[in-house]
């Protein structure tokens, strides 16, 4: 049997397995049609349904019972999610499992055409190493991503000691595709 | 013969995995199957057991079957909702899966089952048994089965595809 105990090692194989098979274009559309719109469609609901709240209503418990070490910060106008200990990023690192070239793609993978169809854009860094940041907002509102720790004080991942270390940082603005990013 | 004292070679600091993740291997198969068909599907699951799980084979050549039945009594301990019977003999690990996780999670959230589901665990585990020089046999399915680990030099007849049920 196919386990959920071990999901992200074999979940972060099959990009690899996929990328061979059909390239990067049978990946992103993976993430979008089999995770987004088929694995996740309960998280899709309830955001395009509910905006914010349904952001509160889906992250809220997920994060938790994945083991997420994390801090959520939400006003009227932005969610934003503080990552320090990535619960699946971890889970690989730990085990030293690394087939494809870049597993936390897969995130933005689903959750940008998610919330494309939501009616949001992403600000989005990732570090490589289990330590992300989200910015959630409505597509009409202009907004320029915070600063360290002006949403979420001193949760704010970017002032962790670490949070730029060798490992590439990705950094996406007004996204909501895999490939809107930049690496530095 | 010897078993390694962790009998899962990838260990997660909870002692559970989150069982929406089912939702994801479920929807992973519709995917392949959908786009590439039931031959590429079939593919997908032995590359999984042969290149993925290749470390379990190699626990398994090792230790033999008291390694299997090691490995699936941490595994479904591992796997939230799972009530299965590892039974050990001195010619056979069987699994009598009375409650398959999967399935149970799937049908409690009205998810929409791949119906070639469970030929999975046949596809994957032949893989993974192989390079052990053991062979599985199924029957049943559809959230209960049975499930033998033996040795290829049994020589018993070769899974029949019929005898696993499809899910629902």
Known sequence: ?184 | MTTSAAPLPYTDTKPHGHADFYFAINATFRFILTRFGLDTLRRYWRDMGTNYHKPVSERWLQGGLPAVAAHWRAFFEAEPGAEVEVIEASDEVRLEVRTCPMIKHLREHQREIVPCLCQHCYYVSEAMAAPAGLTVRISGGNGACTQRFIRQSQNEPGQQLDQIKEAA
């Open chain 1, 1 to 184: 049997m196919t386990g959920c105990y071990d999901f992200c090692g074999h979940y972060e194989w099959t990009f690899e397995w996929l990328r061979q098979l059909g390239g990067h274009e049978l990946v992103t559309a993976y993430w979008d049609e089999a995770i987004n719109r088929d694995a996740q469609v309960h998280a899709h609901t309830l955001i395009t349904a509910k905006g914010f709240e349904g952001m509160k209503e889906y992250w809220g418990p997920t994060l938790a019972d994945e083991g997420a070490v994390s801090h959520r910060t939400v006003t009227d106008t932005v969610f934003r999610i503080d990552m320090h200990e990535c619960p699946s990023k971890g889970f690989l690192l730990r085990n030293g499992l690394q087939q494809y070239a870049d597993y936390c793609d897969h995130c933005m993978g689903w959750i940008g055409p998610m919330m494309k169809d939501a009616g949001f854009v992403v600000d989005h860094q990732h570090n490589h190493c289990g330590q992300c940041w989200w910015e959630m907002r409505r597509a009409e509102d202009a907004t320029a991503p915070s600063g360290p720790g002006e949403l979420s004080g001193a949760e704010d991942v970017r002032l962790r000691p670490g949070w730029v270390g060798d490992a590439p940082m990705d950094t996406y603005q007004r996204a909501t595709k895999p490939d809107d990013k930049t690496s530095a």
